[in-house]
């Protein structure tokens, strides 16, 4: 997949791919929603011979916006990269987003975007904004294409009765319910960091643990214990990790650090990239009455952990 970054107005762009097939959206998450209109546009490129792209918008519009809980994103622009390389899409169109593309009206998106990119077919969701105030709907699309491309309406994605949405996803995050959050993204949901300095309390303890550095803007789940499984170095481990601001301590830390003790692990990591998928929830943050109390109830999370990713294991190979 090839990327492509394009500011407003087009001006004397080649077209990468003329009658190309475009799906557009923010896709924050690339969640089972984002993936059926996606997965469309690429089966209608097949069906018709012709190139796959994907228009997404950098930074999130609502971050523009200035909406704080928007301050963080489910996939930072390289995680979103990888994951719509993996649907087989040709290109990525990543569009600059910023005050002056935010009051760009509807017309002005079709006659001096899509159409200078040669379009055959746009997707977009039901719930399609464009343009100034999110004036254009999928509706406004039709009636300004006139004709000169086709446009296509893919409907709601509902799972279990509820509306697969970024939002949802976000709630449940935001929960600690990062199993509900799996569900609605059709893949565990991840972090990405590097490995940091802390403060080494856990290795004096009996439990090391990797301190990630968060440099992009993920959403941070609640507060708590999880069950984890991390990748580093290309090599998968299991893990548990806690959010949180550790009060055993009586630390006063503004943001949630997060601490993931590894299973069977012993190298030096430091400086090292790291991905760690939260699997499983298993308790919230707390304060506790000694350290020893504390040390207790880390060995017993690690146990639980383990269980809970033993069965995970078992239940995915039968």
Same mark, same amino acid.
């Given at each position: 997949?090839?990327?492509?970054?394009?500011?407003?107005?087009?001006q004397?762009?080649e077209?990468?791919?003329?009658?190309?097939?475009?799906a557009?959206?923010?896709?924050d998450g690339?969640?089972?929603?984002?993936?059926e209109v996606?997965?469309?546009a690429?089966?209608?490129?097949?069906?018709?011979?012709?190139?796959?792209?994907i228009?997404?918008?950098?930074?999130?519009? /609502?971050?523009?916006?200035?909406?704080?809980k928007?301050?963080?994103?489910?996939?930072?622009?390289a995680?979103k990269?990888?994951?719509?390389?993996?649907?087989?899409?040709?290109?990525m169109?990543?569009?600059?987003?910023?005050?002056?593309?935010? /009051?760009?009206?509807p017309?002005?998106?079709?006659?001096?975007?899509?159409i200078?990119?040669?379009?055959?077919?746009?997707?977009?969701g039901?719930?399609?904004k464009f343009?100034?105030?999110?004036?254009?709907t999928?509706?406004?699309l039709?009636?300004?294409?006139?004709g000169?491309?086709?446009?296509?309406?893919? /409907?709601?994605?509902h799972l279990?009765?509820?509306?697969?949405?970024s939002?949802?996803?976000r709630?449940?995050?935001q929960?600690?319910?990062?199993?509900?959050?799996?569900?609605?993204?059709?893949?565990?949901?991840?972090?990405?960091?590097?490995?940091?300095?802390?403060?080494?309390r856990?290795?004096?303890?009996g439990?090391p643990?990797?301190?990630?550095?968060?440099?992009e803007?993920?959403?941070?789940?609640a507060?708590?214990?999880?069950?984890v499984?991390?990748?580093? /170095?290309?090599?998968?481990?299991?893990?548990?990790?806690?959010i949180?601001?550790?009060p055993?301590?009586?630390?006063?830390?503004l943001q949630p650090?997060?601490?993931?003790?590894?299973?069977?692990?012993?190298e030096t990591?430091?400086?090292e990239?790291?991905?760690?998928?939260?699997?499983?929830?298993?308790?919230?943050?707390r304060?506790?009455?000694?350290?020893?109390?504390?040390?207790?109830?880390?060995?017993?999370?690690?146990?639980?952990?383990k269980?809970?990713?033993?069965e995970r294991?078992?239940m995915q190979?039968?």
């Amino acid at each position: 997949m090839q990327t492509v970054h394009l500011q407003f107005p087009l001006q004397n762009h080649e077209v990468i791919a003329p009658g190309q097939i475009v799906a557009i959206g923010e896709f924050d998450g690339a969640h089972l929603g984002h993936q059926e209109v996606i997965k469309r546009a690429v089966q209608r490129s097949s069906e018709l011979r012709l190139p796959s792209a994907i228009m997404t918008f950098h930074p999130h519009p /609502r971050q523009v916006l200035g909406l704080d809980k928007y301050a963080q994103v489910l996939t930072p622009l390289a995680a979103k990269q990888e994951m719509l390389e993996r649907l087989g899409v040709d290109t990525m169109y990543i569009v600059n987003f910023n005050e002056s593309f935010m /009051r760009v009206t509807p017309e002005q998106f079709v006659e001096q975007m899509l159409i200078p990119l040669q379009v055959n077919t746009v997707f977009v969701g039901f719930d399609f904004k464009f343009g100034h105030k999110g004036a254009g709907t999928p509706d406004t699309l039709c009636e300004l294409a006139k004709g000169r491309f086709v446009v296509e309406i893919v /409907r709601p994605f509902h799972l279990n009765s509820h509306k697969v949405s970024s939002t949802l996803i976000r709630e449940r995050l935001q929960s600690g319910d990062v199993a509900g959050a799996e569900a609605l993204l059709g893949r565990p949901y991840s972090i990405r960091g590097s490995v940091v300095h802390g403060e080494a309390r856990g290795r004096t303890i009996g439990f090391p643990t990797a301190n990630i550095g968060v440099a992009e803007p993920f959403v941070i789940p609640a507060n708590g214990v999880y069950a984890v499984e991390a990748t580093v /170095r290309g090599q998968k481990y299991d893990g548990v990790m806690n959010i949180g601001l550790k009060p055993t301590f009586g630390t006063d830390l503004l943001q949630p650090t997060l601490e993931a003790h590894l299973f069977d692990f012993s190298e030096t990591i430091y400086g090292e990239p790291i991905e760690v998928a939260l699997l499983a929830y298993i308790r919230p943050e707390r304060k506790f009455a000694s350290i020893q109390e504390l040390i207790a109830q880390i060995s017993k999370d690690a146990d639980q952990a383990k269980s809970v990713l033993a069965e995970r294991k078992t239940m995915q190979s039968s």
